[in-house]
């Protein structure tokens, strides 16, 4: 069964600095998506940011960027120049053909 | 609508009574999942349905749990003889629902609290 993990229950980061947030993940499939999402404290999720595991380029959404490790099966999230507006969840999530499987989330705080 | 829309936001009952909780997905969404949250904690997978397919009911966690799917529109989830370990905020979402499709657009949840 496939199975996301993310080791960092809580990270925090100084405003205008950057931050990794890490996420592993476990399949036997080689065709998959893989995407972070993002749940303020409004709760509604939005996206945040996709990648396709067929493609060796790593996705980039403004101050959003990923490094995709497919042999590592690792997929972790770059927030370059944190704003005060990123303090959120983030769930690291897996997609084969069907379902789609989150991880347990990490709560990132903002520090003025 | 424009987005997926849930009702109720919010829901205090009895333990031991039903509860139904309604998504309304974007239209033209093939896909549509439900999934469990509780208080500080993760998505647990509960079902999805994809167009007329079986559902994936593989997340359920206990026979009290079912939900329902009419064509690609409204879903119901049902939960009878509420526990409070069933206290969580229950989110909906809908995709198109092609392979490799992906993103996942959610509602803002309807919040359960067995008392």
């Known amino acids: 069964a496939q199975t996301v993990t993310q080791s960092q229950p809580e990270m925090s980061v100084q405003e205008a600095e950057t931050v990794t947030l890490s996420c592993t993940y476990d399949?036997?499939?080689?065709?998959?998506?893989l995407f972070w999402y993002k749940q303020p404290p409004s709760r509604q999720m939005i996206l945040v940011i996709r990648?396709?595991?067929?493609?060796?380029q790593n996705a980039t959404e403004n101050r959003f960027s990923v490094n995709f490790q497919k042999a590592a099966k690792s997929f972790s999230l770059k927030i370059s120049d944190s704003q005060l507006g990123d303090a959120a969840m983030y769930f690291c999530a897996y997609q084969a053909y069907d379902k789609v499987i989150f991880g347990p989330g990490t709560s990132l705080s903002v520090i003025p | 609508g424009a987005g997926v829309s849930q009702s109720p936001s919010n829901k205090v009952t009895e333990k031991g009574k039903d509860v139904e909780l309604r998504c309304d997905p974007i239209?033209?969404?093939?896909?549509l999942y439900w999934y469990r949250q509780r208080l500080g904690q993760g998505l647990e997978f509960l079902i999805y349905f994809q167009g007329n397919s079986a559902p994936d009911k593989s997340g359920l966690p206990s026979d009290r749990f079912s939900a329902e799917r009419t064509g690609e529109s409204v879903s119901t989830l049902t939960i009878q003889r509420t526990q409070q370990e069933d206290s969580a905020v229950y989110l909906c979402a809908s995709s198109l629902g092609n392979s490799f499709t992906g993103e996942l657009f959610f509602g803002e949840g309807s919040r359960l609290t067995v008392l």
């Open positions: 990648q396709e595991a067929y493609k060796q």
């Open positions: 239209s033209g969404h093939t896909a």
């Open positions: 399949t036997s499939e080689s065709d998959y998506y």
